[in-house]
């Protein structure tokens, strides 16, 4: 059976990375994690960093302004969490 996914929106803001490590820290190896940023070098250091912790760890680029970009981060994730600022929830 597949472990579910947890994706964390702003995973590389100061906010995302505390979430990210609270997060992974405490469910460890439980879920999948996809981390997003919406400029691909930084969410992809990002989601190395995690992955050589020993984290299932993934990059996507996600811009908050582009419903292309959250529906498809969306249908890929179990579960959601936001830790960036939204103009609408």
């Keep these: 059976m597949n472990q579910p996914t947890i994706a ?10 505390l979430v990210c ?3 992974m820290s405490t469910y460890n190896e439980t879920f999948n994690y996809i981390v997003t940023d919406y400029k691909v070098g930084r969410g992809e250091r990002v989601a ?5 912790q020993g984290f299932h760890c993934e990059f996507m680029k ?7 970009d959250i529906a498809n981060v969306v249908s890929h994730a179990d579960l959601v969490i936001i830790a960036v600022s939204q ?3």
Excluded: F, M, N
């Design 48 to 52: 190395e960093r995690w992955k050589s």
């Design 21 to 23: 490590h609270h997060v």
């Design 8 to 17: 964390i929106i702003g995973a590389t803001g100061t906010l995302g990375q």
């Design 87 to 89: 103009r609408e929830p």
């Design 62 to 68: 996600l811009d908050v302004t582009s419903e292309d």
